[in-house]
T-cell receptor, first 112, second 109 residues
Framework: DGGITQSPKYLFRKEGQNVTLSCEQNLNHDAMYWYRQDPGQGLRLIYYSQIVNDFQKGDIAEGYSVSREKKESFPLTVTSAQKNPTAFYLC???????????FGQGTRLTVV | DAKTTQPPSMDCAEGRAANLPCNHSTISGNEYVYWYRQIHSQGPQYIIHGLKNNETNEMASLIITEDRKSSTLILPHATLRDTAVYYCIVREWNNDMRFGAGTRLTVKP
């Protein structure tokens, strides 16, 4: 079944710990994205990648890191430097600029 | 920053057409207009996109003004399941994708 998968759906971590969110797609898409969404707000772009081994910062990259070693995978690490990490995180992928993006179902991270 | 402006909320009666406006006055010639919607706590769902011509698919119609500075998403017969936040996005050349706050559409019986 083709699609984009985020795991886990819910994640709890203690303050000060790094945590990595998984995003995998089998759609053969070149571009992948990470967004953060806070309650009642829109999506804010954290990082995006147009191609393997390349990625760019979005609007709120501080405290986050990514890697793109494989086309199908774009993991996001929330580091201890992120001051307010509790949020809903969404991953997306697309073929190219003039095609639609597909979203995963999100990971809800809670830091206590 | 997002390059679009949308009203924060709208209501629509069930069975009637829902017309959601979007302003994108700084759009450039190669940028597409995309619409997505997000139902609570789910990932956004693609609806439709266009460059300069009007577009229609099984979900909606997209009307883009001749100067391309604004567009309207039309849901021809809104149902209760169309209640969601609708995002209008202008897709930039370098393939990133920035969302604004969107319009919260409430379809009422």
């Amino acid at each position: 079944d083709g699609g984009i998968t985020q795991s886990p759906k819910y994640l709890f971590r203690k303050e000060g710990q790094n945590v990595t969110l998984s995003c995998e797609q089998n759609l053969n898409h070149d571009a992948m994205y990470w967004y953060r969404q806070d309650p009642g707000q829109g999506l804010r772009l954290i990082y995006y990648s147009q191609i393997v081994n390349d990625f760019q910062k979005g609007d709120i990259a501080e405290g986050y890191s990514v890697s793109r070693e494989k086309k199908e995978s774009f993991p996001l690490t929330v580091t201890s430097a992120q001051k307010n990490p509790t949020a809903f995180y969404l991953c997306a992928s697309s073929i190219a600029v003039n095609t639609e993006a597909f979203f995963g179902q999100g990971t809800r991270l809670t830091v206590v | 920053d997002a390059k679009t402006t949308q009203p924060p909320s709208m209501d629509c009666a069930e069975g009637r057409a829902a017309n959601l406006p979007c302003n994108h006055s700084t759009i450039s010639g190669n940028e597409y207009v995309y619409w997505y919607r997000q139902i609570h706590s789910q990932g956004p769902q693609y609806i439709i996109h266009g460059l300069k011509n009007n577009e229609t698919n099984e979900m909606a119609s997209l009307i883009i003004t001749e100067d391309r500075k604004s567009s309207t998403l039309i849901l021809p017969h809104a149902t209760l399941r169309d209640t969601a936040v609708y995002y209008c996005i202008v897709r930039e050349w370098n393939n990133d994708m920035r969302f604004g706050a969107g319009t919260r559409l409430t379809v009422k019986p």
